[in-house]
């Protein structure tokens, strides 16, 4: 099955500063690449997500680019604001398939 | 658009005890639901995944007497923990996909499960 490995699992950074979380994933089939924010103790909230047809995607201060060779992808949030912390996830699911698989997560922590 | 709902949004329970979760999709048909798990500071675990009319497929480790699911229409699924023990605590979270085949999901809520 799917594997996602995401690093890191913290990352610390400064308002203003640019964040950046990988991810890999093991089955070449997968063709959806979805990215989640969740707050303690709610729901996941799709931030941004990316199908392997594109190999970048932008929305305002979020970005998702994709190498789909290298089997990994990686969420840029720039202009860091203290709201953005939070743990985010990244996610693989194949093709043809609603199942999604996880990586581990990264705790953003954005001071001011 | 997309509006999926849970109830409750948290139970604490005795040791024993059976507790019903509920998952509903509010403004669409989901053909497909999904169940997950997740402790404290860990991901999200998927425990089962459920199409409306048939059985749920379960994954590896994830006990199916234990963890009874129930989709019964296109709007509802709902999940029992039968004979809850404090190991069972968690945040159960469910979600659901439009269609089939189709890989975005929408996401509950959630629940915090207590076992005392």
């Known amino acids: 099955g799917e594997n996602v490995e995401q690093h890191p699992s913290t990352l610390s950074v400064q308002e203003g500063d640019s964040a950046v979380i990988k991810c890999t994933y093991s089955d070449s089939a997968s063709n959806y690449f979805p990215w989640y924010k969740q707050e303690l103790g709610k729901r996941p909230q799709l931030i941004i997500d990316?199908?392997?047809?594109?190999g970048e995607k932008k929305d305002q201060r979020i970005a998702v680019t994709l190498n789909k060779t290298a089997k990994h992808f990686s969420l840029h949030i720039t202009e860091t604001q203290p709201e953005d912390s939070a743990v985010y996830f990244c996610a693989a699911s194949p093709s043809g398939y609603s199942t999604l698989t996880f990586g581990k997560g990264t705790m953003l922590l954005v001071s001011p | 658009g997309a509006v999926v709902s849970q109830h409750p949004s948290w139970v604490i329970c005795k040791s024993g005890t059976s507790v019903k979760i509920e998952c509903r999709s509010l403004d669409f048909q989901a053909t497909t639901m999904f169940w997950y798990r997740q402790f404290p500071k860990q991901s999200l675990m998927l425990m089962a995944t459920?199409?409306?009319?048939?059985?749920?497929?379960?994954e590896q480790g994830v006990e199916k007497d234990k963890f009874l699911i129930n989709h019964a229409s296109l709007t509802l699924s709902t999940l029992t923990v039968t004979s809850a023990h404090p190991e069972d605590s968690s945040f159960y979270i469910c979600?659901?996909?439009?269609?089939?085949?189709?890989?975005?999901?929408?996401f509950g809520p959630g629940t915090r499960l207590t076992v005392l």
């Open positions: 979600s659901a996909s439009q269609r089939a085949g189709y890989n975005e999901q929408f």
């Open positions: 990316i199908r392997s047809n594109v």
């Open positions: 459920s199409n409306e009319g048939s059985k749920a497929t379960y």
